[in-house]
């Protein structure tokens, strides 16, 4: 059936480090890809949204720079947290979406030590 | 703007009892949907189940129901007969113009379920 398989489930990276948090989507095309992050006993904040082929939009806050999205393909979106900080450690989930059912990735835990 | 509001942070069960998880919502769009998710220690998000805001009756899933009252602006999910694996964190979520668009969080519920 349809799902988005996120990787890594778990990373740890030296801070000043770039890692890259990718989501695929099986047996559907994500048209659109939310990326959300949740930090400890708190709630999951929108930090994004892309659309295959062109350029995601950030929600208020968040930085692009430091927070590079990249959905090349109905198949594929990409998060890259560069210049990881202990401040960016958290979960990150995607969910992706094709204009009638959406589906969560299993998430991505990043702590940056 | 719309907006979320799960006022228990933490709520305890007795196994096989039935226990209701409160959800608020705010806004002016008549047009959105409700959605509830489970989330486990695993962190991976369960869909539970989905209210429309123009279904007529109440979403029901299995041992999950939606206690829908549009006028009250309220989404209470009632989980009954408990189960020890129903231990998680239950985040309550909207979204608009359709099934599946963006969604906007609660804070969620812990529940614990006891023996």
């Known amino acids: 059936g349809a799902v988005v398989s996120q990787h890594p489930s778990w990373v740890i990276c030296k801070s000043g480090t770039s890692v890259k948090i990718e989501c695929r989507s099986l047996?559907?095309?994500?048209?659109?890809m939310f990326w959300y992050r949740q930090f400890p006993k708190q709630s999951l904040m929108l930090m994004a949204t892309s659309n295959e082929g062109s350029k995601a939009t950030y929600e208020q806050g968040v930085e692009k720079d430091k927070f590079l999205i990249n959905h090349a393909s109905l198949t594929l979106s990409t998060l890259t947290v560069t210049s990881a900080h202990p401040e960016d450690s958290s979960f990150y989930i995607c969910r992706g979406f094709d204009r009638s059912e959406a589906f969560f990735g299993q998430g991505t835990r990043l702590t940056v030590v | 703007a719309q907006k979320i509001t799960q006022t228990q942070p933490g709520m305890f069960v007795q196994e096989k009892e039935a226990v209701t998880l409160d959800c608020t919502y705010d806004t002016s769009d008549p047009s959105y949907g409700l959605f509830w998710y489970k989330q486990p220690s695993s962190g991976e998000m369960i869909f539970l189940i989905y209210?429309?805001?123009?279904?007529?009756q109440n979403a029901t899933e299995g041992r999950y129901s939606l206690n829908f009252q549009k006028a009250r602006k309220s989404a209470n999910l009632v989980i009954s007969a408990s189960q020890l694996g129903d231990s998680a964190m239950y985040f309550c979520a909207m979204s608009f113009t359709g099934t599946a668009s963006k969604l906007t969080f609660g804070t969620g519920t812990r529940l614990q379920v006891t023996l």
């Open positions: 209210q429309g805001s123009y279904d007529q």
């Open positions: 047996d559907f095309q994500a048209t659109t």
